[in-house]
């Protein structure tokens, strides 16, 4: 059973950093894709960056430069880098991974990832 745990939302000033960290277990798969998604109140969920089993990564032209995905594998865990946070940042951030992926695309596609995480929350005052 595949399992996604995401911590280390909170709040913070513009212009400040957050790392957000996304625990991953039950699958084994060689070969995937996880991504960071975000969803506003009121808006659709987006995707804000991606990374391969190979370490290759994709993301949305709003973090292009402030945000920076990484992985562990050692210990199954998927990272976000938010720094230069702004107030329009602000939204539930989501972890997924999609086990039939071979490429990431930019943005990453929700609707391609097929297991999610129960969310952790940033917000960033101005």
């Known amino acids: 059973q595949v399992q996604l745990v995401e911590s280390g939302g909170g709040s913070v000033q513009s212009g400040g950093s957050l790392r957000l960290s996304c625990a991953a277990s039950g699958y084994t798969h060689s070969s995937y894709c996880m991504g960071w998604f975000r969803q506003a109140p009121g808006q659709e969920r987006e995707g804000v960056a991606a990374i391969d089993s190979d370490g290759s990564t994709s993301y949305a032209d709003s973090v292009k430069g402030r945000f920076t995905i990484s992985q562990d594998n050692a210990k199954n865990t998927l990272y976000l880098q938010m720094n230069s946070l702004k107030p329009e940042d602000t939204a539930m951030y989501y972890c997924?991974?999609?086990?039939?992926?071979?490429?990431?695309?930019?943005?990453?596609?929700?609707?391609?990832?097929?297991?999610w995480g129960q969310g952790t929350q940033v917000t960033v005052s101005s």
């Open positions: 997924a991974v999609d086990l039939l992926c071979t490429i990431v695309v930019a943005p990453p596609d929700p609707l391609s990832y097929n297991y």
